[in-house]
């Protein structure tokens, strides 16, 4: 049983985001819908800034230890999401870390499809770690949705380029197989009301373009996942893409990768997102909050 504010959630949810016939303008205005009216507490730092041409920002509490860094990509389905739309949510995952947080506003499909987001994202990784100086071992990347799937990506990239991996991941309901996979995309279909197989289906049309939705770099769940960093999974049993976590996590951890898969029962797509008016969602930052300190300890 959900709270009534989940419940409220889920049929704003249902309302704004499964109409209209041009998607891509349905998620832009549907996510800059929801996230409007959520304002940053007052002790809440931001700085906004440039990495070689990528838009990014900083967000800090008064919690926070400076050397530690979470690194956020945020979702949107490679076509939608931004800085602001996300900052609420990086907010409370930096509180939460005792950790400043970096957003970056990415470049978005189907202006610029794969591979311009995860060109961004690797972009900015390196200027943590070459520019700023902070060492790896003090990076967490994390990711939501489509967010959670160039996060991974960006691992594979950064893997294949013989960068140093950062110290752990959080992957908030990945979309890990853009083919489509998982038995989840028909059997949740009836009880999700932020994610349909269509709307997968044109997105990732728009990402890959003419490249091989089976490429690792565009689905990281055909990659190797050979010597990736501890991977903390959280997703809901009421979303399509609930088995492109489980079967992430059951790859990863048959190669050894150390994973931990947080399943939230009744709980929606990115559930953890909703934070400033639901409390299952406050309670899921709190589950990836304890995954963090453990990997910033």
């Not at 960006?154 to 013989?162: D, M, V, W, Y």
């Not at 399943?263 to 990115?270: G, K, L, S, T």
């Not at 997102?273 to 304890?290: D, L, R, Y």
Request: charged share 25%.
């Amino acid at each position: 049983m959900v709270s009534k504010q989940m419940a409220r959630m889920m049929k704003a949810i249902g309302k704004t985001f499964q109409s209209g016939e041009d998607l891509v303008e349905v998620w832009r205005k549907g996510l800059n819908t929801i996230t409007a009216a959520l304002v940053l507490p007052e002790d809440v730092k931001t700085e906004s800034f440039d990495i070689k041409g990528v838009p990014a920002k900083w967000i800090s509490t008064p919690e926070t230890i400076q050397e530690r860094v979470l690194y956020f990509l945020h979702g949107g389905g490679h076509v939608s999401g931004s800085i602001k739309t996300h900052q609420d949510f990086a907010a409370r995952l930096s509180r939460v870390a005792k950790a400043r947080l970096i957003l970056i506003d990415y470049r978005l499909a189907p202006e610029h499809p794969f591979p311009a987001g995860l060109e961004d994202a690797v972009k900015a990784y390196k200027w943590l770690v070459d520019d700023e100086k902070i060492a790896p071992k003090n990076i967490i990347i994390v990711g939501d949705s489509a967010g959670g799937n160039l996060a991974l990506t960006t691992l594979l990239k950064l893997k294949e380029l013989n960068v140093e991996l950062p110290a752990a991941a959080v992957l908030i309901s990945p979309w890990t197989d853009m083919v489509g996979m998982g038995e989840s995309m028909i059997t949740k279909v009836d009880v999700d009301p932020f994610i349909s197989p269509i709307a997968c289906e044109y997105f990732s049309q728009m990402y890959a373009r003419d490249r091989d939705v089976r490429n690792p770099l565009i689905s990281p769940l055909y990659g190797d996942l050979q010597g990736l960093p501890p991977l903390f999974i959280q997703v809901g049993t009421a979303e399509v893409l609930l088995d492109d976590s489980i079967r992430l996590a059951k790859r990863a951890k048959a190669i050894g990768v150390e994973v931990e898969l947080d399943v939230w029962e009744d709980m929606i797509h990115d559930f953890a997102m909703f934070a400033a008016v639901v409390p299952e969602s406050q309670q899921g930052i709190e589950s990836i909050g304890k995954f963090l300190l453990k990997h910033f300890s």
